[in-house]
């Protein structure tokens, strides 16, 4: 223990580390697990019906792609028609980075939450 510290500080903080203080730091560790189970169950029961969802979904959905066009024609070098844009799994794919709604990325998550699962 460092001179100018008290018993019961810990030297990182400075602060003392009383009951109350361990429980406050192990309520997201409890909330974390708790979400695991849940998704577990959830991914364990799940019935994914893709006509369902294909006949729910909306031309809104695609707003983002129409201003994504919009942005890209304002380069004269872009030719794409913007015909192009008003297609739901064109949009999906486009999302590609982690946590996107791309098929890989989709499939990437689904894998790492099975690690987790079974870790």
């Not at 400075?14 to 730091?25: I, L, P, Q, Y």
């Not at 560790?29 to 006949?55: E, F, M, N, R, Y």
């Not at 794409?80 to 996107?100: C, H, L, P, Q, T």
């Amino acid at each position: 223990m460092a001179p100018s510290m008290k018993p019961g500080e810990n030297m990182l903080w400075g602060a003392r580390f009383t009951g109350k203080s361990w429980e406050v730091m192990l309520d997201p560790v409890k909330t974390v697990s708790d979400s695991i189970q849940i998704a577990t169950g959830v991914l364990a029961t799940l019935d994914i019906k893709p006509l369902k969802i294909k006949a729910a979904l909306d031309p809104f959905l695609l707003a983002t792609d129409i201003a994504d066009y919009l942005l890209k024609s304002i380069d004269s070098c872009f030719e794409e028609d913007i015909a192009n844009y008003f297609d739901y799994e064109r949009s999906v794919e486009m999302r590609s980075a982690k946590g996107g709604t791309s098929n890989e990325s989709v499939l990437e998550q689904i894998k790492v939450m099975r690690q987790m699962l079974d870790a």
